[in-house]
């Protein structure tokens, strides 16, 4: 029999396929749905740091004039120390629920004060949490270094608030990608997973109504490519598991993936186009897949086409590169 189990920030999942934090986990009926279909762990939709806020700007109005500001500063700890409890109540439903690995998420741009609710998520039953750092660097004032060090920042921010793991999902767009995960996934002070990728929200033009409209919100396969070439690049290198995502679609992306090095993949456009189901036949194709190459569990072959592990290592850089121009073997 097959052994799809795996181990991902400490935790034991029967399979690599987690659910991704997106609009199907928002709710317990979404959770529960996943479950059923066989997932691995589920990411819970994610909860914004602009959410958090904006109900400690609420709990500060309601309250008043009051005439010392130590009572308005007071409120306004108390707001980022507890955060929104519907997402609390979530978390511990969900716990209650289902028997598979529970992340929480937090879409956070800054590392101030609301990271105090991490440790809510902790004590709500959160088995890890997921930080999503969901910022562009668009503005010329923005320095590439200042840009990094705000990640670095956020990560030991919410690490220094909990016991349970921490991940971190970061997007592709630094100048120089492998020196950052060095930095966030080596060390005493290593996030527990990197993720790969954080796919930003993508923009239009309606050149008929002169507008900018919201672009294809779901990945196609094609955007696999990405994240495939990273872990590639790094399984083996750094101190910390590799979460895959975006452009994982079926059992032989995830087996992609796999091969690369990543500890486990993450899915979601597939499921919104294809229903929970798509989650069975993921790991129906994965195991098919297992079967025909003789593979009875993951660590059979996971690394095993990583740069790590190569004996041309070289041929995942610029000679790879120079092939794909000139036709040079």
């Not at 979404?30 to 909860?47: D, E, R, T």
């Not at 979530?90 to 929480?104: E, G, M, T, Y």
């Not at 993949?265 to 195991?287: A, P």
């Amino acid at each position: 029999m097959l052994d799809l189990s795996t181990r991902y920030l400490g935790l034991t999942l029967k399979n690599p396929v987690v659910v991704a934090s997106c609009g199907l986990t928002t709710g317990l009926q979404g959770v529960k749905n996943c479950a059923a279909a066989g997932a691995g762990a589920i990411v819970l939709k994610s909860l914004f740091e602009e959410q958090i806020n904006a109900d400690v700007s609420a709990l500060t109005e309601a309250a008043g004039d009051f005439p010392h500001t130590e009572a308005i500063e007071y409120l306004e700890g108390y707001g980022h120390a507890c955060g929104p409890q519907e997402y609390l109540e979530l978390v511990r439903s969900a716990k209650q629920s289902v028997d598979i690995p529970i992340i929480a998420s937090v879409n956070c741009i800054t590392a101030e004060r609301w990271a105090d609710y991490a440790g809510q998520l902790e004590t709500a039953g959160a088995d890890a949490l997921e930080i999503n750092i969901g910022f562009l660097a668009n503005t010329p004032a923005l320095t590439s270094a200042e840009v990094e060090t705000r990640y670095e920042r956020i990560l030991q921010t919410v690490k220094a608030q909990v016991k349970i793991p921490v991940a971190l999902k970061v997007g592709p767009y630094f100048s120089s990608f492998g020196n950052l995960a060095k930095r966030l996934g080596k060390g005493p002070q290593a996030a527990g997973a990197l993720v790969f990728f954080n796919r930003f929200y993508q923009l239009d033009v309606d050149v008929n109504r002169l507008q900018v409209v919201a672009g294809n919100p779901y990945s196609t396969q094609d955007e696999i490519h990405t994240s495939l070439r990273w872990i590639l690049l790094l399984a083996g290198k750094l101190d910390c598991d590799l979460a895959a995502t975006t452009g994982i679609h079926d059992g032989l992306d995830v087996a992609k993936q796999l091969l690369a090095g990543a500890t486990v993949t993450q899915v979601c456009s597939t499921i919104y186009r294809n229903g929970f189901v798509q989650i069975s036949n993921i790991l129906t194709q994965l195991e098919s897949w297992m079967k025909s190459h003789e593979f009875n569990n993951l660590d059979d072959f996971r690394g095993r086409l990583s740069q790590t592990d190569s004996k041309d290592p070289e041929s995942y850089e610029r000679l790879q590169y120079i092939k794909g121009l000139t036709g040079l073997e």
